[in-house]
């Protein structure tokens, strides 16, 4: 088989320097935990990609596509969890949450978000199973191709996040000072908040 790895990735690099969920997720953590937050969130939307891709390649993401019902309600979902954090960052005050135990909150809670931010976000599974197919061209088992092909994606997903986690997290000594923080808090919310109700908007 033929992979137009190229131009491929031409498009990618487009697609993956647009803002969207992801982004303002990775931004949310590495505002509220720094940069290694903001960069365990990017590895959360990372696998989260990689998930959505093997399943592009099996097949099982074109049932979410064919199915009207299972992907307003993966998009339900996910709007409603985009909002749920949206209106944290709203009523934050400026001071980075805390465990029971008085420590900084865990990476954990970071790659957990970025994880099911991108996972509950069914526009990526339309997104791999229509646009993958485009870039494999001939006969024989596609699974491979459209594996390396999301792999790559994912990759570099990554790369861009991270270095984006890392540039917030950087400034992160002023962007954290707590009237700073606030106002950061009041956008990144809204954002949030914006992308939910486009999501829920969203049709296939």
């Not at 791999?128 to 699974?143: D, E």
Request: a positive charge; glycine letters at 10%; proline letters at 6%.
């Amino acid at each position: 088989m033929r992979v137009d790895v190229l131009p491929f990735l031409a498009i990618a690099i487009l697609l993956i320097v647009m803002p969207g969920p992801d982004t303002a997720m990775v931004t949310k953590n590495a505002l509220v935990g720094g940069r290694r937050s903001g960069m365990l969130a990017a590895v959360g939307v990372t696998v989260g990609l990689i998930i959505w891709t093997t399943a592009a390649a099996l097949g099982i993401a074109a049932v979410l596509r064919a199915s009207a019902a299972a992907f307003d309600a993966l998009k339900l979902a996910g709007a409603l969890y985009l909002a749920w954090i949206g209106f944290q960052m709203l009523r934050s005050r400026g001071i980075p949450p805390q465990s029971p135990s008085g420590r900084p909150e865990s990476g954990v809670r970071a790659l957990r978000q970025g994880l099911l931010c991108d996972l509950s976000n069914p526009k990526v599974a339309i997104f791999f199973t229509s646009l993958l197919p485009q870039f494999v061209h001939g006969t024989g088992p596609a699974f491979v191709p459209l594996l390396l092909l999301g792999v790559l994606f994912a990759l570099l997903t990554l790369a861009w996040l991270a270095a984006y986690a890392f540039a917030v997290g950087h400034a992160s000594g002023y962007l954290r000072r707590p009237s700073v923080r606030r106002w950061l808090d009041r956008v990144t919310g809204v954002v949030l908040i914006g992308f939910s109700v486009r999501l829920a908007l969203e049709r296939r």
